[in-house]
């Protein structure tokens, strides 16, 4: 099993001034459109607007599109982008006396930090914070006069425009269309609903996750709770599901939240597409080809809702490229001529120039978007509950190369107890006889909120839930459990905290 995200680390931030506009035709550029088609690899659903099951004449907008290859070029050219958060927030749903009840909790992530080890004055913050603090350092005569292309902005967000807290903004040099609609038959899922990023597990979210272990949720702790952060593995994108496949939310592990509804477009459906494109260099579109078609590499991109459980991900495939001719504002014709391009020889050009295959960032990329695809699955509770793993990183989690469970020395006892189970005494290794609502004794393994595992003197590691949060009980403790629920072979599947020793 494979964590469903990992992250890519963040590349350097190089800014430099705007060349030129879209509000110009610039003879020694190019511009044009790109058409495009866009294959669902895995069930693709936008939750606006895919809302009912069945034949629905459906679309993909341009907006979602735009958004989608805007996040693979900030992270593959040293785009900007990335902003840290602070402040996280954690639902956790518990049934105190059989009542439903929200436990919330507000993390602050204290001393993030990006890969230069600052944050307020860092040189990877995004564009707009960075012309935001320029601007603030101007007299007023020098703001009524600012203007965006006196400001530096990088390679991405001079594609694809910016707009800033002064009210400075570039309307970039890209314009994505939305999809030709099509006539799909919308399928039904039932996933997990998605949740807030767990930044608390720490060691996922950050590198050196050696300085706080990943804190709980406990009785009588704040419900504001400060840690360390660190510096961040980089930028998060989601895996692949092996086959195309979604895993349900019956297979959900470590979520308390209702399942949600979607419906979705099934695999092989396909979306045709143009994004125009205005006074680029060859270089730039190169850049931009690369980003929107790296299919022959099996590297595909995700779109949409679902994605930590495989939904979304498709294959762009670009068609033709067509470019306007230099002499388009020496016509008069009402519809101007466009000229074939030569994309791919456009694309090679860029691939050995800028060398971009070599980088970390595409090989990291290529190691989480490879659609060999994987089955993917969250740690559960019992996973973080366990000491051992606090400090767990992702690739260790993927390759199972994490701590071992704790093993415990049990002694036997000299004789049984009154009220303990009885063992068969026809065959030493026969495994003990038990019956609900007998008593059993264990050490708690785990314990989270009202669900813990308890391993037994008999060696088992057995699931148990406290009928009441004010109860305490701890991992480590020894403790008395009633039996719930027997397997059909006569093992114990569940058992109820009855008592502390």
Known sequence: ????????????????????????????????????????????????????????????????????????????????????EKDYYYKKTIKPNGKRKEHVVKYFVNNCKYPDGKYEDSKYISCDKHIDAIYKLLEREEKVKARIMDYSLCPVCSLFGITTEPGLSFAGRLSFEDTETQKVHLEKYCIPQPDTPRVYRRSFYFKNPGVLPSPGIKKGEPTIKTFEGGEYN???????????????????????RDPVTVFAAPINTSFAFKLHFKNLSEYELG?????????????????????????????????????????????????????????????????????????????????????????????????????????????????????????????????????????????KNEHPVYEIGKEVKGVVFSIEGLSGIVTLKTGENVSFERVNEYIPVRSGQKASFRIVKLTKDGKILHLAFKKGK
Request: aromatic share 12%; with cysteine; hydrophobic share 30%.
């Open 234 to 256: 980089g930028r998060k994108f989601y895996l692949h599901s092996k086959n195309g496949k979604v895993y349900t939310a019956e297979k959900q592990n470590d979520s308390d």
């Open 1 to 84: 099993m494979a964590n469903p995200y990992d992250f890519v680390p963040i590349a350097e931030v190089k800014r430099g001034h705007i060349l030129t506009t879209h509000g110009q035709f610039n003879n020694n550029l190019l511009s044009g459109y790109i058409q495009c088609a866009l294959t669902v690899i895995s069930p693709l659903c936008i939750k606006s607007l895919f809302v009912n099951p069945g034949e629905q004449d459906i679309y993909l907008p341009g907006s979602s599109l735009k958004g989608m290859i805007r996040t693979v070029m900030e992270t593959l050219y040293g785009g900007c982008g990335f902003n840290i």
């Open 287 to 427: 850049s931009l080809l690369f980003a929107l078609d790296n299919s022959k590499n099996r590297v595909y991109n995700k779109l949409g809702y679902g994605k930590p459980v495989g939904m979304g991900s498709a294959k762009i495939t670009v068609n033709t490229v067509k470019t306007l001719g230099a002499l388009m504002y020496k016509r008069f014709e009402c519809a101007v001529k466009h000229d074939d391009y030569n994309f791919l020889q456009c694309l090679e050009n860029y691939i050995e120039s800028s060398k971009i295959l070599e980088t970390t960032q595409y090989k990291k990329l290529v190691n989480i978007w490879g659609m060999q695809g994987k089955e993917l699955s969250y740690p559960d509770i019992k996973f973080f509950g366990n000491e051992n793993n606090a400090n767990t990183t992702i690739g260790q989690f993927n390759s199972g190369n994490y701590g071992k469970k704790k093993e415990y020395v049990v002694r036997k006892p000299k004789q049984p107890k009154k009220n303990l189970f009885v063992i068969n005494k026809k065959e």
